[in-house]
Every structure is written in structure tokens, then in C-alpha cells.
């Protein structure tokens, strides 16, 4: 038994050793009282703050001490040393008493036998011994469940932390595409218009629209469709900063909250993320009426008239469709 796991399970051993009929005593490997049962205080006539953490030599007769001490300090693992000696027993002076010490790992267990009253048979003493044994025996197999108890529960408890850490992220993501969804980008949205309102930081938003995707669908199918949004959302979060927040809004239609970025910028990165998809080439695009898959963008910067989140997303709605009704493959403001 190590001294920390003793310390751990006090309260369990504490209920084992007073159950033992003798005296009986845990020390460590230095001699020193760690735990007693309450037959050994009465043994000693001696308190528990009286006995904690004293050598048990200092309770044996002078002229025993050297003699147990020598024999604590040569014990070796699982072996035995029995002693017959004198121990002080208070105002009674010095009384015989049998000595039985067995090591366990880092702690050492004794039991003593008082030898005034009747004497005890040999056998009395093996079953003593062996009852001992056996409480151990319960004390370290109670131990061991526990830890496989303990074990099980930090297992289920990181489980439990799994799940919810995949809930919390379906919740915010996009199925298809992998990239956060519309109830996130609102989230976030009013979130930065607030912050904005606070702090007079520059905060701008795109609205992207897949030119023509219907024709697109139509012609090749679902599936092809399906990869098309994956791609594009790839390609706009390639174009955007790494502080940007990029959505899929709904059907074909993406949006990206553009943090600290003026009209300027805003514009630059609109153009980029239109350029982008202009140049990548996607599978039977040349079909498409403008003869290439675009988007069309619409740019917005937050302004003092912009209330709300909806009348901020409104106003880059309707840039996005002014670069529709412009001809599309677009940037407007």
C-alpha cells in the first residue's frame, strides 16, 4: 500500500482496523504512528493526538526499543517479525505484550497482544491474523472496484463532454457545406452590430448569390449541385481574412460579416471572392448562360441608421441585387 493511497481512503481503512479485536497499529517505514483502532489507544492509555505520528518505540520499554526498532527497519515485503516485549501502559508501568509486524508496500501493519490476562492460544492468534488479513484483503479489492468505478465514470463523463461538444457544433454548422449556418450568422451578426455600437469599430457585410444555379441544377443534376455550394463556400472562405465569419444563408445564397473592415476594404474583398469563383472551373459550367459558373455580390458598412441586424442585412441584400439586375459576376454597394 503507498502512503498516498492510504491517505485517500482513511475513512475506509479507519472502519477496518476497528474491527480487529487487538491493539493494532498502521506506521510508516520510519517507525512513525500513522493510524491507530481504538484497542491500541486504550492499550497505551493514550490519546490519538498523544500517539499521532510518535514512534511506536517510544511506547515499548526502554530496554525493548533498540530491538524493535532494529527489527521495523530490516523488514522486508510480506515478511514477519513476531517479538515478545514490554510496552508502557500508563500508570501500570510496564506490561508483557506479543509483537506481530507485517510490511505492505510503503506502510506497516502491527498488532499486539496483551499478555496479562489469559493467555491466548496459538490458534487464537493465527485467526486473529488471518480475520486481519482478510479485512485487507476486502479493504484492496473495495479499492480496486472503486478505481474501475472512477475509470468508468471519467470515460462516460468524456463521452457525455463529446456528444455535447457535437451538438453545440451542428447547431452552429451547415450540414452540407461545413461552414456556419444562417441561426449562427445572426447570432454572431448582432453580436458584432453591438459591439459596434459600443465601440465606433468599422464592420461590414457581403451577400454572395450563385449565379444562375437553378439552370445549373437543373442541368446536372442535384448531386453536382451539391458540390458546387461545397466548393464555392471553400472558395469564399479562401478569399476572406481569417477574422471574417462565412455562412451559407439559405439555398444558394452565402453571406460573410467582414469585422474591422471599412467600405474600401469590404469592397477589395468582395471583388476577390468574386474573382475567385470566376476563374475556378467547375464541372460542365460552359453551359451556363454567362458561359462560367459566378456570384454576384452586394457590400454593405454599418452605419448609424442601421438600427438592427435585419436593416443591416437588407441594405447588402439590396446592393446584391443591383449587381443581379447589372448583368451578374459583380460587386455592388
Not at 518505540?57 to 521495523?72: I, M
Request: hydrophobic share 40%; proline share 3%.
Amino acid at each position: 500500500m503507498k502512503l498516498e493511497t492510504l491517505e485517500k481512503e482513511i475513512p475506509c481503512v479507519s472502519s477496518i482496523i476497528e474491527a480487529i479485536q487487538d491493539p493494532f497499529f498502521i506506521l510508516n517505514a520510519q517507525g512513525a504512528i500513522l493510524l491507530s483502532n481504538a484497542k491500541g489507544m486504550e492499550l497505551f492509555r493514550a490519546s490519538w493526538e498523544e500517539l499521532k505520528e510518535t514512534e511506536l518505540s517510544r511506547w515499548v520499554a526502554p530496554g525493548d526499543r533498540n530491538r524493535v526498532q532494529r527489527e521495523l527497519e530490516r523488514m522486508e515485503e510480506e515478511k514477519e517479525i513476531r517479538l515478545r516485549l514490554h510496552i508502557l501502559h500508563g500508570s501500570q508501568g510496564e506490561i508483557p505484550a506479543d509483537f506481530f509486524g507485517m510490511m505492505r508496500g510503503e506502510v506497516c501493519f502491527v498488532t499486539l497482544r496483551d499478555l496479562r490476562g489469559p493467555m491466548r492460544t496459538e490458534e487464537d492468534w493465527d485467526r486473529t491474523k488471518k480475520e486481519f488479513l482478510e479485512k485487507a484483503r476486502e479493504r484492496d479489492q473495495y479499492a480496486r472496484e472503486l478505481q474501475v468505478m472512477r475509470d468508468l465514470y471519467k470515460e462516460k463523463l468524456k463521452e457525455i463532454r463529446d456528444i455535447k461538444e457535437r451538438i453545440e457544433v451542428l447547431s452552429y454548422t451547415d450540414e452540407l457545406t461545413g461552414i456556419c449556418n444562417r441561426r449562427f450568422f445572426i447570432h454572431v451578426l448582432t453580436l458584432e452590430v453591438e459591439r459596434q455600437k459600443r465601440y465606433l469599430c468599422p464592420l461590414s457585410l457581403l451577400m454572395i448569390d450563385i449565379d444562375y444555379f437553378k439552370h445549373y441544377n437543373d442541368a446536372n443534376g442535384h448531386l453536382a449541385g451539391d458540390q458546387v455550394l461545397k466548393a464555392i463556400s471553400s472558395l469564399i472562405e479562401g478569399a476572406v481574412r481569417q477574422t471574417d465569419v462565412v455562412a451559407r444563408y439559405g439555398g444558394e445564397e452565402f453571406s460573410a460579416i467582414l469585422i474591422n473592415a471599412g467600405r474600401e476594404e469590404a469592397i477589395e474583398i468582395a471583388e476577390r471572392v468574386r474573382k475567385s469563383v470566376a476563374n475556378s472551373p467547375f464541372p460542365n459550367d460552359r453551359a451556363q448562360p454567362n458561359g462560367k459558373l459566378t456570384v454576384s455580390l452586394g457590400v454593405a458598412t454599418f452605419s448609424p441608421i442601421m438600427t438592427t441586424p435585419d436593416a443591416f442585412i437588407r441594405e447588402a441584400d439590396n446592393a446584391l441585387y443591383r449587381a443581379k439586375r447589372a448583368g451578374r459576376n459583380r460587386v455592388e454597394v
